[in-house]
């Protein structure tokens, strides 16, 4: 009986210790991946970071979306993302596609050293941005002077709150695209992506707790005091950065003509792109009630859950898509563009199967039973959104490689197909005719990439290939 006891606890001892040491050599196998100075830990690194911001932003987003559906309910709700969407769309021709190219160019003079060019590409985009902004501004005030008659009143004074965004969301993105050329992935997305949706989370909380009365009109102007505030702290990051390109001592080189070419495709993609995801907001408030448009938005919200781990890689890979192409390691980059298709698929299928199985429960236990009737909708867009993951990072690989015209040509097409199938649908099924074109857009949009990059690029982006 003594013996079997020794034996016993020896044997458990063993196993005690052949386990510590099964963890330990998992911990060290983790670390051999994600330590150093290679692709791979470089990626796993910013990848996983780039994830925690893209759940965290999600999480800010949707407690924002809950606060504000449950405030101003379906109607004013739709006001403001009415107005919101127009605002976007302004941004377009304030920006240029200049964080893209920013992105790009400052990775490649990453790679080669080259931190004169680099100083002068940063000079010369803030200064466009300082003149565009100001140009949009006052076209923006005159339209809004000359359209009194024909734009009622609470969207008018509530798209007036809202070109003060205008300015500072494309100052910001300047801000992110140049952290992230510079492989600082995470902090560049920090202002846009967490703390202007955080600000503005925690005023409207501060608001809605002093009793403040609510309206689409005070919440866009709240909207763009966060988004001060996110600027002035996206600054302060920059200037935490310590790079070669910030020796004062070098002379800018400029390379306008050559940047100004580039920006022309790269702009309108970047105007394309929000056409696809605004397009149905716009359409479905001209053709419809705000409070339709309050439940979609609602549901788009929650659908674009579906593709946060999408949104979170195309940040980490733009500047590594461009460096391996730069070094011609095609290889590299094929073994790239699956592995990152596959995790991004394997993150989209749970909240795809919640949403199909259980929407309407959820869109009334988070929002209010108002915006129950958004459910067939939010089925429709989850899966449209799955198909989306199921591709790959396909604009963001052909925009990385020089190839950004045959993504505007695919982006073109769908946003065409986008709005037809709009003008189409939404007159006779309202949100589950927008929530419907979204998804057949999203289908044709990511066809037309992936072919694209395996006819220039002999790439298969999809997660199934």
């Not at 140049?178 to 925690?202: C, D, M, N, S």
């Amino acid at each position: 009986m003594h013996d079997d006891l020794v034996y016993s606890a020896l044997s458990y001892r063993n196993t005690f210790l052949d386990d510590d040491h099964l963890v330990k050599r998992l911990y060290t196998k983790v670390s051999s991946y994600v330590e150093g100075d290679g692709l791979r830990a470089h990626l796993l690194r910013g990848g996983l970071g780039s994830l925690v911001v893209k759940v965290v932003s999600s999480l800010v987003n949707f407690v924002l979306v809950v606060l504000l559906a449950r405030t101003l309910g379906p109607g004013e709700y739709g006001v403001y993302t009415f107005a919101l969407s127009l605002i976007m769309l302004l941004t377009i021709p304030a920006q240029l596609g200049l964080p893209q190219l920013i992105v790009r160019e400052t990775a490649k003079a990453h790679t080669r050293k080259n931190w004169a060019l680099m100083i002068g590409l940063w000079r010369w985009s803030i200064k466009f941005i300082v003149f565009s902004t100001s140009t949009i501004i006052l076209l923006g005030l005159l339209i809004l002077w000359l359209g009194f008659s024909w734009i009622e009143s609470m969207r008018w004074y509530t798209l007036l709150a809202g070109l003060l965004l205008v300015p500072f969301i494309a100052l910001a993105n300047i801000q992110g695209a140049t952290l992230r050329g510079l492989r600082y992935v995470v902090l560049g997305q920090l202002p846009e992506q967490i703390l202007r949706p955080a600000i503005l989370t925690f005023l409207v909380l501060v608001l809605v707790w002093s009793g403040s009365a609510m309206s689409a009109v005070f919440v866009m102007g709240t909207h763009g005091a966060a988004a001060v505030g996110a600027f002035a702290i996206g600054m302060a990051l920059l200037k935490c950065v310590h790079a070669p390109a910030y020796n004062r001592d070098l002379e800018p080189i400029y390379e306008g003509d050559y940047w100004r070419r580039t920006m022309l495709p790269l702009a309108m993609l970047a105007g394309l792109q929000l056409i696809n995801s605004h397009a149905d907001i716009l359409m479905l408030g001209t053709l419809r009630s705000d409070r339709e448009v309050g439940v979609y938005r609602v549901v788009v919200q929650m659908a674009t859950l579906v593709v946060f781990g999408l949104s979170a890689f195309n940040q980490i890979l733009q500047p590594y898509f461009a460096r391996l192409y730069e070094q011609n390691d095609m290889l590299r980059l094929q073994k790239l563009a699956t592995y990152s298709a596959r995790i991004i698929l394997s993150i989209a299928l749970p909240p795809v199967v919640i949403m199909v199985a259980a929407g309407k429960p959820l869109l009334g236990f988070f929002f209010g039973e108002g915006y129950s009737a958004g459910a067939t909708s939010l089925a429709i867009l989850a899966i449209g959104q799955l198909v989306n993951a199921s591709m790959g990072s396909v604009g963001v690989l052909l925009n990385m490689t020089g190839h950004e015209r045959d993504t505007m040509y695919g982006i073109g097409v769908a946003a065409g197909a986008n709005v037809i199938l709009n003008i189409i649908l939404i007159p006779r099924w309202g949100i589950e005719g927008a929530a419907t074109s979204t998804a057949i857009t999203l289908f044709v949009w990511n066809f037309l990439l992936r072919r694209a990059v395996k006819r220039k690029l002999s790439i298969e982006t999809s997660a199934l290939g």
